[in-house]
Nanobody, 123 residues
Framework: QVRLVESGGGLVQAGGSLSLSCTVS????????IGWFRQAPGKDREFVGIVGRMGGYTYYADSVKDRFTISRDNAKDTVYLQMNSLTPEDTAVYSC????????????????WGQGTQVSVSS
């Protein structure tokens, strides 16, 4: 059974930082790119960024570029999302997802999903 479990969400003040983790089990972790998505209330799910299979490739949405960093530890089957300079507009449920594709920038390219973790940024 494939499982992706996000952790690290919470409440933070604007300008602060938060780090999320996505721990994966049930699949060959290094065979999958891992993406992060977010969904705010009343809005569509939004692509945040992706890290390639070996961690050497990353790509970010313009809205988070230079503020968010994605990394992975294949020995721990875990991907990290470091979020800095957070604003209230970053408030959303953040989910990780696994894809066999490298250039996976939309949700339909992902095979497995986590349940998500809430990130709330106060002004």
């Amino acid at each position: 059974q494939v499982r992706l479990v996000e952790s690290g969400g919470g409440l933070v003040q604007a300008g602060g930082s938060l780090s999320l983790s996505c721990t994966v089990s049930g699949l060959s972790f290094s065979s999958y790119s891992i993406g992060w998505f977010r969904q705010a209330p009343g809005k569509d799910r939004e692509f945040v960024g992706i890290v390639g299979r070996m961690g050497g490739y990353t790509y970010y949405a313009d809205s988070v570029k230079d503020r968010f960093t994605i990394s992975r530890d294949n020995a721990k089957d875990t991907v990290y999302l470091q979020m800095n300079s957070l604003t209230p507009e970053d408030t959303a449920v953040y989910s990780c997802a696994a894809s066999v594709q490298t250039a996976a920038y939309s949700s339909d390219r992902y095979d497995f999903w986590g349940q998500g973790t809430q990130v709330s940024v106060s002004s």
